[in-house]
């Protein structure tokens, strides 16, 4: 049974407190403070699910799937994210204020809580929660500084180009800051971990943030930075822990009924803030997960309007536990898609992955951290490291569990070979949870992958079919509405933008 763990955050002080919804929280005038917002360990606690609140993916998910080779559009499409899916991206795009307004939001909420914390001495028997507490906010406030990072760095393995503006105290109205540079952001962010890691105590924990959540999300920051044999020994140790589901967990966790590969996960429940249709095609989702593909259900009248792009579908294999969970019953397969004189309508491949829990259609959890990311982590860090035998064992692996029988052991010949067969599986394993747009900035040129969809769909819809993992927009613009409030970061935009 879920906990409705945002039914919690009643105090009218702490809806008060976290209610501006700008880039960067201002010092109004009368503005309750952290000191009278916050006295006591259980106002913190309060106030830190109400951080958990901000923690959203389903952006993530939109642009993956829209601008990447994930979606194709539907039959029942009414144009919705077409201009992602057309690769238009600029400073006056969803994409970019979205992910910067709504990152540094978090960032915020997160300062906000943790300078309340050092104006609170916890009470005899209260210093357990009140480092957990802490720590968790520290966490987070990696997480949102690591998503401007990924985003708008060019470049997240060169310390000298420029990411974001590292923001670790509230502003106030006159503070106009310039971006940090990469190894700037990446210093801030591991101390921020450095205190998490101190602080927490929990070692594991589904639906809030614990020992085995911040090894998880380092296993993710060194791939990212290049730190293979870090990234490998991390998420060897996770996945030993938490090993990989069997078909049947497989198919319960996607129903939300099984934790078996979940680290960590944002919980979706009947009537918190998140059960609600969202901004469809859009990366303002903010709802459901599901209806990042889908206006009702994701059945064949469920009104979908992006469906499986046919590069994800022609690698699900039968026997495959994966296909059987993404791709819809109600789907129309056509049997000579390549010929077929009307695949629009002829050949509908309805998204599956999200249909719903609780007896709420498209609702779902968002799954974070799971062991198999795990597994393709340490694939990916072989692969870089030219162990390609060790690599192809990790991909057996876990197709063995995926197919529920032994599987044969891929072989590479190269390095570039064995990179692009991980991503290549994460694009399988990992699909519509918000990593292939990533995947390809961190190791499409490695891995000679990029943007590759299906041509009949693609030529239907524009023309856009492939992109290089080199292009310039892999990397977000600084939004307009971000350089209108403080005009001087305009000279430090992206490039190609």
Known sequence: MKKNIFS?????TISLFLGCEDSYEIDQVGRLDAANAFRTVEDLQSGLLGVYRQLDVTPEMALSANFTDEVAPAFDSGGQGFQLYDFIINAASAASTDFW????RVNNRATLLIDAANNITPEAGEESDYNNILGQAHFIRAWANFELLLYFSTDP????VLAAPIVAAVPDATVQPRRNTTGEMWDFINSEIAIAQDLVETQSNPTFVSVDAINAFRARLALTRGDYASAEALA????????????????NMWFDNDNTEIIWKLERTLNDAYDGQGSTGSVFAGGWAGAVFAFVDATFTGGAYFEMDRSIFDALLPGDIRRDVMVAPSSIISSDYLNDPDPV???VLIIQKYQGSEGQPLMNDLKIFRSSEMLLIAAEARAYQNNLSGAASLIQQLRNARFGTTQPLPTYGSSQEAIGAVLDERKIELAFEGHRYKDLKRSGIAGNRGIDRDVIACEIQSGACTLSADDFRFSLPIPITEINANPGIAEQQNPGY
């Open 157 to 160: 393995t060169n310390d000298a």
């Open 101 to 104: 307004v709504r990152n540094y």
């Open 345 to 347: 309508n002829n050949d």
């Open 8 to 12: 919690l955050i009643c105090l009218v």
């Open 236 to 251: 060897s140790q996770l996945l030993n822990s938490y090993g990989l589901a069997n078909q049947t967990q497989y198919t």
